[in-house]
């Protein structure tokens, strides 16, 4: 029969090599969650005629969204004409004037 404190040193060393077996999620102490305070976003509103103070994140933000979507939306303007008709039509027309046939309508 096997002694306790071999026992015991087995069980540690399962432990200590599965590390997956431990969960962290609470980390630690303090509140749970944030309590909700009825403010959009936690701020509270300012007194009349004083003006809100720009996190320092907040100008790169903007900058970097709208530069991206004015970006996107030039690109989009520029795209080229991939569709499946626009190809058909020009190799018809293509093939249309290889053939030495009209390919103009009045």
Not at 31 to 57: A, C, H, I, M, V
Request: with cysteine; glycine share 8%; proline share 8%.
């Amino acid at each position: 029969m096997l002694s306790t404190s071999l026992v015991r040193t087995a069980h540690r060393a399962t432990q200590r090599s599965i590390p997956a077996c431990r969960r962290y999620a609470s980390h630690g102490s303090g509140p749970k969650y944030n309590e909700p305070s009825g403010y959009l976003f936690g701020e509270k509103p300012l007194p009349p005629g004083e003006k809100r103070k720009k996190e320092d994140w907040e100008s790169v933000w903007y900058a970097g969204m709208y530069g991206t979507m004015l970006l996107a939306g030039v690109l989009l303007y520029y795209k080229p004409d991939t569709s499946l008709s626009t190809w058909a039509y020009n190799e018809a027309k293509s093939r249309m004037e290889a053939r030495g046939e009209k390919t103009d309508y009045p």
